[in-house]
């Protein structure tokens, strides 16, 4: 969006544009196609015109409308655009092959009447552009010289290619497709996102858990890190997934030495010091550690202050080195104070720490020279301002996350916190660091009652880095027949890796009247062998470059002496009398490599599938597999899903699949 645009450090200045500002651009040059004979009114209707495309194996069919004249189409398409029919009456179609081997060629709709207000051009229009339509020209308009777009869109390309030749634009722009970048513990399915938003898992598009441009910029990502994070991984025409960690280490690299810091508590528990009067000392503390010249600020320090509950244990380790009965630590920038008692409620929490202080260890050294090990940080009870402060995680629990089943529900945590003075007037969208805790931005939904921070990156704790929970001892690596006997995890079909692959190579299997030997794109480094029986069913020319699903973790099979990667999975039964098998399609929009999944079948697959689990993991599943009466692969009865649709086959219906 141009707000995620402008949140990047852009600035469109005049040149920003909006689509409908060429509507009128469009409807005219929808006459010339018309007026050339390219474009006809269709009267059938959208559920009609759907039949009639055909599939990837038949051709189209003709609509009964498409030998209209010249005339009788302009008469049509102006009361279209006068608001003289319905909606869904009639659409306008770009005349070109109903027997073109790309879906997408098969006569096209380039404008639909829809009866509804436009948030620009109000209730001027009845009848808009559709997409594949509008995009090219508005490209043309505002003279793009190369449009970019994800790999979903390279069979739109011939499309955007053929309104280009066949109208009277200024350029002719060329698109140029690439693949879309995928982070570990994210989702980018718009789809998906949609559904975060709509069920309320996250508070909108601009949630900081979003992997959106504006969830990112409210997080307090910068948008030079953001920047530099795309510099360093580049651009790939392949499917790939970038681990989250280093977009988080390009952020902190770009704010690191921007951010000033500050004092603030996010569990606070009080101090009071006993010996100390109730005079304030007012400090002198650099606004970053390492720059002087973001110069210095003023923070008070009082009798009672605020530290975080994990810097004080009662009954301490030996690698604990912060607050505990007895032991002295530094409060950073002010002095040394030592622990003499706790106070604790009825229920025996610790609710007050007493503790002394060193008045000749203002500024937080001792004069006499003796060493203290721990150093934490505080926030005067007095003057502190008390604020929220949002803990953010990653938004699902797996690296691979395969449905809004795996939301991580501990992604967002609401804290009361404590902050230092110097932080009463913030502007939105300022990053500090809080000392030791991490950096946070101001968010939006700061007011001049409520200070807001979102956490953008957090810091390591030493302590609990030393103190986790030590590794067990790995145990030995089962034997290949206890492997094979070991009761997985998950659901047969959750064991079963199917992903959406794409043929990149067919050829018949020399020495074999029944095989095909075939390259498959799985979206992994080398596409992989797999030999398929499907030599006397599908021709050829249908097999090459086309979407399949492949189950991927059977064991390797030698067969015809070709060693077989995997298995394309097929529907077979009775059409018309006949027996067909065909070949289960994903839809168009599927990601190469992405796994095909089914309501409440969740889980880690399994790396392998040995032949020995053949019978017990894999015969089951096949079992359950079929197709609907509309040709939806299923797995007891749930559709096999992917990012784009469901899969689908093109004639069996109530068929197995195997």
Same mark, same amino acid.
């Given at each position: 969006?141009?707000?995620?645009?402008?949140?990047?450090?852009?600035?469109?200045?005049?040149?920003?544009?909006?689509?409908? =500002?060429?509507?009128?651009?469009?409807?005219?040059?929808?006459?010339?196609?018309?007026?050339?004979?390219?474009?006809?009114?269709?009267?059938?209707?959208?559920?009609?015109?759907?039949?009639?495309?055909?599939s990837l194996f038949k051709p189209g069919i003709d609509s009964p409308f498409r030998e209209r004249s010249v005339e009788e189409n302009l008469a049509l398409f102006l009361k279209m655009k006068e608001g003289a029919f319905p909606e869904g009456h009639c659409v306008l179609r770009a005349k070109?092959?109903?027997? /073109?081997?790309?879906?997408?060629?098969?006569?096209?709709?380039?404008?639909?009447?829809?009866?509804?207000?436009?948030?620009?051009?109000?209730?001027?229009?009845?009848?808009?552009?559709?997409?594949?339509?509008?995009?090219?020209?508005?490209?043309?308009?505002?003279?793009?010289?190369?449009?970019?777009?994800?790999?979903?869109?390279?069979?739109?390309?011939?499309?955007?290619?053929?309104?280009?030749?066949?109208?009277?634009?200024?350029?002719?722009?060329?698109?140029?497709?690439?693949? +879309?970048?995928?982070?570990?513990?994210?989702?980018?399915?718009?789809?998906?996102?949609?559904?975060?938003?709509?069920?309320?898992?996250?508070?909108?598009?601009?949630?900081?858990?979003?992997?959106?441009?504006?969830?990112?910029?409210?997080?307090?990502?910068?948008?030079?890190?953001?920047?530099?994070?795309?510099?360093?991984?580049?651009?790939?025409?392949?499917?790939?997934?970038?681990?989250?960690?280093?977009?988080? /280490?390009?952020?902190?690299? $770009?704010?690191? $030495?921007?951010?000033?810091?500050?004092?603030?508590?996010?569990?606070?528990?009080?101090?009071?010091?006993?010996?100390?009067?109730?005079?304030?000392?007012?400090?002198?503390?650099?606004? /970053?550690?390492?720059?002087?010249?973001?110069?210095?600020?003023?923070?008070?320090?009082?009798?009672?202050?605020?530290?975080?509950?994990?810097?004080?244990?009662?009954?301490? =380790? %030996?690698?604990?080195?912060?607050?505990?009965?007895?032991?002295?630590?530094?409060?950073?920038?002010?002095?040394?104070?030592?622990?003499?008692?706790?106070?604790?409620?009825?229920?025996?929490?610790?609710?007050?720490?007493?503790?002394?202080?060193?008045?000749?260890?203002?500024?937080?050294?001792?004069?006499?020279? +003796?060493?203290?090990?721990?150093?934490?940080?505080?926030?005067?009870?007095?003057?502190?301002?008390?604020?929220?402060?949002?803990?953010?995680?990653?938004?699902?629990?797996?690296?691979?996350?395969?449905?809004?089943?795996?939301?991580?529900?501990?992604?967002?945590?609401?804290?009361?916190?404590?902050?230092?003075?110097?932080?009463?007037?913030?502007?939105?969208?300022?990053?500090?660091?809080?000392?030791?805790?991490?950096?946070?931005?101001?968010?939006? $939904?700061?007011?001049?009652?409520?200070?807001?921070?979102?956490?953008?990156?957090?810091?390591?704790?030493?302590?609990?880095?030393?103190?986790?929970?030590?590794?067990?001892?790995?145990?030995?690596?089962?034997?290949?027949?206890?492997?094979?006997?070991?009761?997985?995890?998950?659901?047969?079909?959750?064991?079963?890796?199917?992903?959406?692959?794409?043929?990149?190579?067919?050829?018949?299997? &020399?020495?074999?009247?029944?095989?095909?030997?075939?390259?498959?794109?799985?979206?992994?480094? &080398?596409?992989?062998?797999?030999?398929?029986?499907?030599?006397?069913?599908?021709?050829?020319?249908?097999?090459?470059?086309?979407?399949?699903?492949?189950?991927?973790?059977?064991?390797?099979?030698?067969?015809?002496?070709?060693?077989?990667?995997?298995?394309?999975?097929?529907? %077979?039964?009775?059409? =018309?009398?006949?027996?067909?098998?065909?070949?289960?399609?994903?839809?168009? #929009?599927?990601?190469?490599?992405?796994?095909? /999944?089914?309501?409440?079948?969740?889980?880690?697959?399994? =790396?392998?599938?040995?032949?020995?689990?053949?019978?017990?993991?894999?015969?089951?599943?096949?079992?359950?597999?079929?197709?609907?009466?509309?040709?939806?692969?299923?797995?007891?009865?749930?559709?096999?899903?992917?990012?784009?649709?469901?899969?689908?086959?093109?004639?069996?219906?109530? #068929?197995?699949?195997?």
């Amino acid at each position: 969006s141009t707000q995620s645009t402008w949140g990047l450090g852009g600035d469109w200045g005049e040149h920003l544009h909006y689509a409908s =500002d060429y509507f009128d651009t469009y409807f005219d040059w929808a006459l010339h196609l018309i007026k050339t004979g390219f474009a006809y009114v269709d009267d059938q209707t959208l559920v009609q015109i759907r039949e009639n495309r055909g599939s990837l194996f038949k051709p189209g069919i003709d609509s009964p409308f498409r030998e209209r004249s010249v005339e009788e189409n302009l008469a049509l398409f102006l009361k279209m655009k006068e608001g003289a029919f319905p909606e869904g009456h009639c659409v306008l179609r770009a005349k070109i092959d109903m027997s /073109h081997p790309n879906l997408n060629m098969r006569d096209p709709i380039v404008y639909r009447i829809q009866h509804a207000e436009h948030h620009r051009t109000g209730n001027k229009w009845c009848i808009y552009p559709m997409y594949d339509y509008a995009h090219g020209q508005g490209d043309a308009i505002e003279r793009i010289t190369h449009s970019v777009c994800t790999l979903e869109f390279e069979l739109h390309r011939p499309l955007y290619e053929w309104f280009l030749e066949h109208l009277p634009v200024p350029c002719k722009p060329r698109q140029i497709e690439f693949a +879309r970048l995928n982070l570990t513990y994210t989702l980018m399915s718009k789809r998906k996102l949609l559904e975060l938003v709509q069920q309320k898992i996250v508070r909108g598009w601009d949630d900081p858990r979003m992997p959106t441009i504006s969830g990112m910029r409210r997080r307090g990502f910068s948008s030079q890190g953001i920047r530099n994070f795309c510099e360093r991984i580049g651009v790939t025409k392949r499917d790939s997934t970038v681990d989250l960690e280093l977009l988080l /280490h390009c952020i902190e690299e $770009d704010i690191q $030495d921007k951010s000033a810091r500050r004092l603030a508590v996010l569990n606070p528990l009080k101090v009071r010091i006993v010996n100390k009067d109730d005079n304030d000392i007012i400090l002198d503390v650099p606004n /970053h550690p390492d720059t002087a010249a973001m110069g210095t600020r003023k923070v008070p320090f009082s009798s009672e202050v605020y530290i975080e509950r994990d810097d004080f244990m009662e009954k301490p =380790d %030996n690698k604990f080195f912060r607050l505990a009965p007895g032991k002295e630590v530094r409060l950073r920038y002010a002095c040394l104070i030592t622990c003499t008692d706790v106070v604790k409620d009825s229920e025996g929490k610790i609710v007050e720490v007493l503790a002394t202080w060193d008045p000749s260890s203002v500024g937080g050294n001792a004069t006499d020279g +003796r060493k203290v090990k721990g150093t934490i940080h505080w926030v005067s009870a007095k003057h502190g301002i008390k604020s929220e402060a949002r803990i953010y995680e990653t938004l699902f629990s797996k690296p691979e996350p395969e449905s809004l089943d795996d939301v991580n529900p501990n992604s967002l945590q609401v804290v009361e916190a404590v902050v230092e003075p110097a932080l009463a007037s913030p502007s939105v969208g300022e990053c500090f660091q809080f000392e030791r805790k991490g950096y946070f931005t101001v968010d939006p $939904d700061t007011t001049a009652d409520r200070l807001v921070f979102n956490r953008t990156l957090g810091l390591r704790d030493t302590y609990a880095k030393e103190t986790k929970e030590p590794e067990k001892k790995k145990e030995a690596k089962p034997s290949a027949k206890e492997a094979a006997e070991a009761e997985p995890e998950g659901t047969p079909f959750s064991c079963c890796l199917f992903k959406v692959g794409r043929i990149v190579e067919c050829k018949p299997l &020399e020495g074999s009247e029944k095989l095909y030997l075939e390259k498959i794109d799985l979206g992994e480094e &080398e596409p992989r062998t797999i030999v398929s029986g499907l030599r006397q069913h599908i021709p050829l020319e249908q097999m090459q470059n086309r979407l399949v699903v492949v189950i991927a973790n059977l064991e390797k099979k030698k067969l015809a002496g070709v060693v077989s990667e995997g298995m394309v999975m097929c529907a %077979n039964g009775v059409v =018309d009398g006949v027996e067909k098998v065909e070949i289960i399609d994903p839809p168009e #929009g599927a990601r190469v490599g992405e796994r095909i /999944h089914c309501a409440g079948h969740v889980g880690k697959p399994l =790396d392998v599938i040995k032949a020995k689990n053949i019978k017990r993991i894999f015969q089951p599943v096949l079992e359950s597999l079929n197709t609907s009466d509309d040709c939806v692969a299923r797995y007891e009865n749930l559709a096999w899903e992917t990012s784009a649709g469901v899969c689908r086959c093109l004639t069996v219906r109530g #068929g197995k699949i195997a």
